[in-house]
């Protein structure tokens, strides 16, 4: 049985590395693939070695922010059915609702209460749309 | 009727006329009607009186000449017989005579309607009264009437003596039946006037023995006077004047009766009445229409005056009274004529000046209104001198802005060509330059010039040739002069004082106008700035936000790794140190988190998450889960009693689940001894959640600053806990919720924050995420 892939897109060096160690000490199951930007995210994606189980997308990646990712994703016939999520530092309400309405399956902020996120990754990968828990 | 003119002056006119006519009228009559009766006695009098005489006369004709025969004959011979028969046959008078010897044999017998053949009447004549009466001596006697059984007709008979013409001695007797036929013949030929009827009546028998009419005789009439003369029942009519005259035949007596209806006999005094009553009813109609004509000629004028004076006071004032007489009332009606068209000039006048000032006002109110909806300044003055010259028919309208630091009135809109030339000279008054412009300015009044070829101050505009009248208003608002607004005419004398005023307040109104574009750019000036400020906060707290959070992200997580020991052993004493590491790190994002949630509340933009179906019961879970390490180190004992069956409500997962960890890590915070006590239930759609500890309390005077921001208790200034934020941010999200969050609290005995939430708040619905 293969493992659960998980794909990171975050320019923030740090989190690349808490999310990494995170995956590392509690998640044994999961694969962890990350991008440090979005240059070529599309012929990234698809050069995945396997079909990613959640895709995380920090909003603010240079070049493409995560709303235009998320638009080639749901505009791709790979990952337009994919689970999509924002892991975001941005709190305000109305970016929610733009998240949502882009089309985000959920969103979770920034920082990471570890015990919080693996439940709700759990309950994310089950179908639920979590936002900012 | 009678209160109108007409009707009551007739009345009175006729009734004072009429009246004194109908008394004279029937004294007249009633005078003319004595009199007249009275004359006409007087006429039956003598009538009575003139027939008696002829009927006597006959009478006494008739004995006389029996008389003047047996005197000649003197014997009762043949003789006296041829001269008796011959009597007989010569006058109808007689019907019968007879004549007697002393021993009463009848010696000749003569009738005139019967035959006689011998002796007719032998028997007892010498016993009868005719006979006996002269045979005793007596010279005449004169029978009493009676009727004859043959001819039906009233005779009466004379007795003479037949003596000896020469002894005297008395040789027989002649008794005639003369008849009264021949004084019937004597009525009818009576010429009498007025139907006067003449009659003789016997008294004996009251048979009427002589009448105009034989038949009346004939028929036995009889008929009885009801006086000597008078009034009564006559033989010819019912209703008579009479007389009667006696008239004696022997020891007889006959009545001559003449009477004649009184119709007749009054009949002029009848006449004089219908006269007098046709004299008096023409006097009335004639009176009436010289009234009426009278009162038509007096009344018809006043009456049109004052039909004319009620249409004028119903506001026809172009009414006039149509009355052309030349008498007082046509005076009268010219002056009311004249004082009519004074009114109607008046009012005109009125009007037109009412209606000149009202279009004028209407203009400024225009105008006012124009420019009071632009707010533009550049776009405004333009738009009000261009407005005002239009709207006044003027030559020229310009508006010079008042330039305080300069000291100086600055062209800032003019009109025409001469305006935009104006403008581009940049052309301004200095206020201490001549001029009417700075002279109002100065004077902070209205300067007027009607005719500037005249004015001695007036500076000519070459660009303005035919400028006759010019008016300065000075535009002050409160006690800032903020320009002059001038005015100028190509006519003399264009401004009075009524335009003035208008003006004046014109540019009041123009005054608060300028103003209130200058305030409002400033206004929209300082709101851009705001706007611009609020963005550049609302932008700045996001990226702090976020800017904070990230590197957060890795303090809190890499600590947390090292203290689970995930990145090699820890001791006990480090997990302790990086626990508080991991603590502080939270309270830091707590912090970030309330101020982030200040900006929001501040700036308008809190927005809720809304979702439908919130489960409470797993959100006190975890605020209890979190929050009870609070009490770790203390005596004070949580309670938490839920509603099993608590409904969900519609809301704010997150934010919630913020006001109850805020009210309940209050309470373990400020509470050293005791307990904690958290209640959840749902009533009638409400949902309570309640916090109730035994801590310090809350004192009175603190209460009202308790939900304010930024605001502590003392204690919590004291404990360095928090950022006085958390209940105001509670506060408001309660609100937002459409609930309530209240509390009470009693120094030493602790405080009860109550949250009230509708469960289902149709707004909420409505934002349902």
Redesign the interface.
């Known amino acids: 049985m293969s493992k659960t892939l998980l794909v990171y897109v975050e320019d923030d060096e740090m989190s690349r590395d808490v999310m990494a160690l995170l995956v590392e000490t509690s998640l044994e199951d999961f694969d962890l693939i990350t991008f440090e930007d979005s240059h070529n995210f599309m012929s990234r994606m698809q050069a995945l070695p396997k079909q990613p189980d959640l895709i995380m997308l920090d909003i603010h990646v240079p070049p493409l922010d995560g709303f235009q990712m998320l638009r080639e994703l749901r505009q791709s016939d790979q990952f337009a059915a994919s689970k999509v999520i924002a892991l975001t530092a941005s709190v305000m309400n109305d970016e929610v609702r733009r998240l949502r309405d882009a089309g985000f399956n959920g969103a979770i902020s920034k920082p990471i209460n570890q015990t919080q996120f693996m439940q709700n990754i759990e309950r994310i990968l089950n179908g639920e749309q979590i936002w900012l828990i | 009727m009678f209160r109108r003119l007409q009707p009551r002056f007739t009345l009175i006119f006729v009734s004072t006329t009429i009246t004194p006519l109908l008394i004279i009228g029937l004294l007249i009559g009633m005078v003319s009607i004595d009199r007249l009766s009275t004359q006409a006695q007087e006429r039956l009098i003598e009538t009575a009186n003139t027939v008696a005489q002829q009927i006597e006369t006959f009478i006494t004709t008739r004995t006389q000449e029996l008389n003047l025969m047996m005197a000649v004959t003197g014997l009762p011979d043949d003789e006296a017989g041829d001269l008796l028969q011959n009597l007989l046959l010569r006058t109808n008078a007689y019907e019968r005579i007879t004549l007697l010897d002393n021993n009463a044999n009848v010696i000749h017998e003569f009738s005139r309607s019967q035959t006689i053949d011998g002796p007719i009447r032998t028997s007892n004549l010498e016993m009868r009264t005719e006979y006996v009466a002269i045979i005793t001596g007596n010279p005449v006697y004169y029978s009493d009437v009676f009727i004859d059984a043959n001819i039906r007709e009233p005779l009466m008979t004379v007795s003479l003596p037949l003596s000896d013409r020469r002894t005297g001695t008395l040789r027989g007797v002649v008794i005639a039946e003369f008849r009264f036929r021949p004084i019937w013949e004597l009525l009818t030929d009576l010429d009498l006037d007025g139907d006067v009827n003449v009659f003789v009546t016997d008294p004996l028998m009251n048979n009427i023995i002589a009448h105009a009419d034989p038949s009346v005789v004939l028929r036995g009439t009889q008929f009885t006077p009801s006086g000597d003369f008078g009034r009564g029942n006559g033989q010819s009519a019912d209703d008579v004047l009479f007389a009667v005259q006696e008239l004696p035949v022997g020891g007889n007596r006959l009545l001559v009766i003449a009477e004649q209806p009184v119709s007749t006999a009054l009949a002029i005094a009848q006449q004089l009445g219908t006269l007098t009553l046709l004299v008096i009813v023409l006097a009335t109609i004639s009176a009436i229409a010289v009234v009426t004509l009278a009162v038509r000629h007096v009344v018809q004028p006043i009456k049109r005056l004052s039909d004319t004076a009620q249409q004028i006071q119903s506001g026809d004032l172009s009414m006039r009274a149509d009355v052309t007489s030349r008498d007082e009332i046509g005076d009268l009606a010219q002056a009311f004529n004249n004082m009519t068209a004074q009114l109607q000039d008046l009012i005109a006048n009125l009007e037109r000046r009412v209606e000149d000032r009202t279009r004028d006002l209407q203009v400024a109110v225009d105008v006012s209104k124009q420019v009071a909806t632009v707010l533009n300044l550049p776009d405004l003055l333009p738009l009000i001198v261009e407005r005002t010259k239009s709207a006044y028919g003027l030559y020229h309208v310009s508006i010079y802005q008042h330039d305080a630091d300069q000291n100086r009135l600055q062209l800032a809109a003019a009109t025409g060509t001469a305006g935009t030339i104006m403008m581009e000279m940049e052309n301004y008054f200095r206020l201490d330059q001549p001029g009417l412009i700075p002279a109002a300015a100065r004077a902070r009044k209205p300067v007027l010039v009607n005719n500037v070829l005249a004015a001695d101050d007036h500076l000519p505009n070459p660009l303005l040739p035919l400028t006759r009248a010019e008016l300065a208003v000075p535009m002050i608002v409160g006690d800032t002069l903020l320009g002059v607004l001038d005015l100028q005419s190509s006519q003399f004398d264009a401004f009075d004082d009524d335009d003035l005023r208008l003006l004046q307040s014109l540019a009041e109104q123009l005054g608060v106008a300028v103003q209130n574009a200058t305030l409002y750019a400033q206004q929209l000036e300082i709101t851009e700035e705001l706007r611009r400020l609020d963005n550049m906060k609302s932008q700045f707290l ?1 990226s702090m ?3 904070l ?10 600590t ?2 090292v203290r ?1 020991g ?2 090699g052993d820890v001791n006990a004493k480090q997990v302790d140190a990086l626990g508080k590491a991991i603590k502080s ?1 939270e309270h830091l ?1 707590s912090l970030i ?1 309330d101020v ?1 949630d200040v900006a ?1 509340i501040e700036a308008g ?1 809190m ?3 809304v979702e439908d179906d919130v489960d409470l019961k797993i959100e006190i879970d975890t605020v209890v889960a979190s929050t009870s390490t609070l009490l770790d180190d203390k005596p004070v004992v949580m309670r938490v009693d839920v509603q099993k069956d608590l409904p969900n409500v519609v809301g704010d997962r ?1 934010r919630i689940r913020q006001i109850m960890l805020n009210l309940v890590s209050n309470a373990c915070k400020y509470t050293s001894h005791g307990s904690v006590h958290i209640k959840a239930y749902a009533q009638d759609d409400v949902l309570t959640f309640s916090v109730a500890d035994t801590g310090m309390g809350i004192p009175p005077e603190e209460h009202a600053l308790i939900f304010e921001s930024f605001r502590q208790t003392r204690e919590g200034l004291r404990t360095g806990n928090g950022t006085g934020l958390g209940l105001a941010i509670s506060h408001r999200l309660a609100q937002e919720h459409y609930g309530t969050l209240t509390f009470t609290s009693e120094v030493g005995s602790g405080s009860t924050f109550i949250l009230m939430l509708p469960v289902r708040a149709p707004e909420l619905l409505k934002q349902v ?1």
């Open positions: 996001a936000s976020h800017e959070r990230t590197p957060l992200n890795a303090i809190l997580n890499f947390q790794f689970m995930k990145l790190g994002l988190n982030l929001k933009m927005e809720l998450f997150r995420f």
